[in-house]
T-cell receptor, first 113, second 116 residues
Framework: AQSVTQLGSHVSVSEGALVLLRCNYS??????LFWYVQYPNQGLQLLLK??????LVKGINGFEAEFKKSETSFHLTKPSAHMSDAAEYFC???????????FGAGTTVTVRA | DADVTQTPRNRITKTGKRIMLECSQT?????MYWYRQDPGLGLRLIYY???????NKGEISDGYSVSRQAQAKFSLSLESAIPNQTALYFC???????????????FGPGTRLLVL
């Protein structure tokens, strides 16, 4: 079985500051890992995914995440926050050939001007 | 036009009523999913279907049923709605053709359900 834990339900950053969202996973098989973003009143949109290729994954809107097997982590970062990054972010995991996603509880990001 | 659509987008119903939420997709994907989202709990899988003849329970299927009418349509029913089924419901699709490395799920805009 796979699961993820997102540390921090709410993160507040200043515009231009680093955004760091933490995700740790548990998986009995090599995992596939995802970050999704949910803007207000919208569905979920894929930011990026790790599927056993490069450990540093670049996504849309300047986000990236690094897969660290030794730490069982897949933290999401963006060097400089923009007001448009205000949203809820979900980390998710699936097992190889599992095709089902297990989601974390989500982290809401607010960006201060 | 959106690839994954859900109807209705908002619904208010009363305890004990039967309600159906519908999902349609034009992506040509064979796999479809229903999730519910509750604050602080993330998304939890209700049911999933890997093709028209394949329906599987997720982690929270009690009180729900589904129907896969066609490859493109996957409906979620609440036979007798109760207040703790008040939530945001999402449909999603994925494609098996890409193999294990293409697990990406594509989500609809959601249906906000309130059970009084």
């Amino acid at each position: 079985a796979q699961s993820v834990t997102q540390l921090g339900s709410h993160v507040s950053v200043s515009e231009g500051a680093l955004v760091l969202l933490r995700c740790n996973y548990s998986s009995s098989v090599p995992p596939y890992l995802f970050w999704y973003v949910q803007y207000p009143n919208q569905g979920l949109q894929l930011l990026l995914k790790y599927t056993s290729a490069a450990t540093l994954v670049k996504g849309i809107n300047g986000f990236e995440a690094e897969f660290k097997k030794s730490e069982t982590s897949f933290h999401l970062t963006k060097p400089s926050a923009h007001m448009s990054d205000a949203a809820e972010y979900f980390c998710a995991v699936s097992g190889t050939n599992d095709y089902k996603l297990s989601f974390g509880a989500g982290t809401t990001v607010t960006v201060r001007a | 036009d959106a690839d994954v659509t859900q109807t209705p987008r908002n619904r208010i119903t009363k305890t004990g009523k039967r309600i159906m939420l519908e999902c349609s997709q034009t992506k040509g994907h064979d796999r479809m999913y229903w999730y519910r989202q509750d604050p602080g709990l993330g998304l939890r899988l209700i049911y999933y279907s890997f093709d028209v003849k394949d329906i599987n329970k997720g982690e929270i299927s009690d009180g729900y049923s589904v129907s896969r009418q066609a490859q493109a349509k996957f409906s979620l029913s609440l036979e007798s709605a109760i207040p703790n089924q008040t939530a945001l419901y999402f449909c999603a699709t994925s494609d098996s053709v890409g193999g294990g490395e293409d697990e990406t799920q594509y989500f609809g805009p959601g249906t906000r359900l309130l059970v009084l």
